[in-house]
Nanobody, 115 residues
Framework: QVQLVESGGGLVQPGGSLTLSCVASGISFRLAAMAWYRQAPGKQREWVAGFGLGLSPTYTDAVKGRFTISRDNAKNTMYLQMNNLKPEDTAVYYC?????????WGQGTQVTVSA
């Protein structure tokens, strides 16, 4: 059974930083392409950044230059370093495998960017 546990969210002022963590179990993490997604109020969940096997990290245009994705395969953990946060980054952030059709999602972690 896939389990994904996200943490590290919170309330931050515009321009601030947060680091999110995702611990995965029930999957072969070191063999999995992983990604971060987010869902803002009233909007559909969207892909934010992905880390393919042997490939450079990829980011959606809205976060390029501000967010950095990384992973520690020894700890089955993925991270999302978020800098220069903007109000439009407010959302619940989720991690999962980088593929379509994911059915197992964690509870996510809320990120709120507000003055």
């Amino acid at each position: 059974q896939v389990q994904l546990v996200e943490s590290g969210g919170g309330l931050v002022q515009p321009g601030g930083s947060l680091t999110l963590s995702c611990v995965a179990s029930g999957i072969s993490f070191r063999l999995a392409a992983m990604a971060w997604y987010r869902q803002a109020p009233g909007k559909q969940r969207e892909w934010v950044a992905g880390f393919g096997l042997g490939l450079s990290p990829t980011y959606t245009d809205a976060v390029k230059g501000r967010f950095t994705i990384s992973r520690d395969n020894a700890k089955n953990t993925m991270y999302l370093q978020m800098n220069n946060l903007k109000p439009e980054d407010t959302a619940v952030y989720y991690c999962n495998r980088w593929k379509t059709g994911n059915t197992d999602w964690g509870q996510g972690t809320q990120v709120t960017v507000s003055a």
